[in-house]
């Protein structure tokens, strides 16, 4: 099922209002909750969708890094969005979500003009069966967040409950209901992995990611082109150790073009 | 040679003179100058230093990204560090680098207190000899800041002038003169690999660094204590398309421990 845009619950949950120049209300959507919280994914992508909504934006994002601070409480919150730099063909943005005048999270995105150059990819998606082949993962109750998302595991998934020597997930997740990819999608589909801590020890363990970096490969056209055909995801961590770990990750599209490549540093405690 | 702390040319070029609480100002070197401006690794390092300076830090870096927003001109700049949010463990940092009011670089910086986990690598360092069975490369005369670097080369050299199948580079580096590593140094290590188009090519285009993220997985004892002896560096471009490249890069000790892991986007024209 697809539901019309700007109907989708991704859509309801990322909807922001303006309230002057460059500032945004937005508020916290049950769907998407986690486990302290909202979904880092879901947070992401709104802080990105303050930068897209903002009629000072001059192209399309490259990038964007996000701190998770502090905690977000349910309710409303207020993003303020700052074009810090504007050049001819790139544009750097720093932005603050805010709750009480307490800054819980803060970002900076990179906007520049993509034109034709040399191009080539020099890493392969992971091997994978096509997406009907992997049955869609039978999603739990809690956290909220997970049922907005079909996922069909090919390696690494949480629900065996066993240890496991490598931190590896491969998977095709598309938004449920489908929805067609956007940079902003894209970005809450790069935070989708659950922390590797659990793959490596087999249990869940308090973690939390600190800060998340996305680079998108892929333009505006070549997103909307896409539809709402499943993505390849693939992540796994560098290294563990003294309470943070790396996790890298990629995202692909069916005939293993590269959207996204992304990283991100995640707390644990074990 | 080691030069004493503090009277080294890295320690000189990222000095900084504090101008009131979270304000300080720095200089640009000539030493460390890159095609247009400032090697970006001096810029970073020079960043993390404000943080590392401030007397409101409380805990070592996690990580540091740096946004290359416009040129830094030869001269003075402004530093303003600012600790949005400070939590019992970790602290989150925004800061500019600013020039007559106008904002050439943005910053975020997580700092958090580290403590003994379950560990785990699983990447492996590259395939290298010992530094001393690799020459250190005969650095041009041209940009300067090569020359700050001693680089062994055992894979990816520059100046073989051809055009390579891949874009990896595997080297030894240290400073030179040689300085013990700290967060600092090891920040500015992390830029050190020249842009991955170039080796692909086998020529030199029109290329700047758009965004860099580096994450420490050494703490301040493990850095000081590996001191000055050179470090496995390695670095690929993932993904080269619509002017912009993605490098993933490792800095490793001699004993197959990982430093940092870092990533960061490159604009080029070719």
């Given at each position: 099922m697809t539901t019309e845009t700007g109907a989708h619950p991704f859509d309801l949950a990322t909807?922001?209002?303006?309230?002057?120049?460059g500032r945004?209300?937005?508020h916290t959507t049950p769907d998407y909750s986690n486990m302290v919280g909202p979904f880092g994914g879901i947070t992401?992508?709104?802080l990105l969708r303050a930068v897209l909504d903002d009629p000072r934006r001059?192209?399309?994002p490259l990038s964007i890094t996000v701190n998770f601070a502090g905690p977000i409480a349910d309710g409303l919150f207020t993003i303020d969005a700052l074009p810090v730099r504007t050049n001819r063909t790139t544009q750097h943005w720093s932005l603050t979500l805010s709750q009480n005048d307490s800054v819980a999270t803060t970002a900076t995105v990179v906007c520049g003009?993509?034109?034709a150059t040399w191009a080539d990819t020099e890493i392969d998606p992971p091997a994978a069966p096509p997406p009907d082949a992997a049955p869609a993962a039978a999603m739990p109750e809690y956290p909220a967040w997970l049922r907005n998302y079909e996922m069909r595991f090919v390696e690494g998934n949480l629900l065996s409950g066993q240890a496991s020597p490598t931190s590896t997930s491969t998977l095709w997740v598309r938004d449920a209901p489908s929805r067609a990819l956007d940079f902003a999608s894209a970005t809450a589909m790069s935070d989708v992995f659950f922390p590797r801590i659990f793959l490596r020890l087999g249990?869940?363990?308090a973690a939390s990611t600190v800060t998340l970096t996305v680079y998108?490969?892929?333009d505006a056209q070549t997103l909307a082109d896409y539809g709402d055909r499943p993505v390849l995801a693939t992540a796994r961590a560098q290294h563990f150790g003294n309470g943070y770990f790396d996790q890298s990750a990629h995202l692909w599209t069916d005939a293993a073009r590269p959207l996204v490549t992304t990283h991100q540093l995640v707390?644990?405690?074990a």
């Open positions: 909807v922001l209002k303006q309230d002057g120049e945004y209300v937005g992401a992508a709104t001059i192209a399309d003009l993509r034109r249990t869940m363990v998108f490969h892929a707390y644990f405690k």
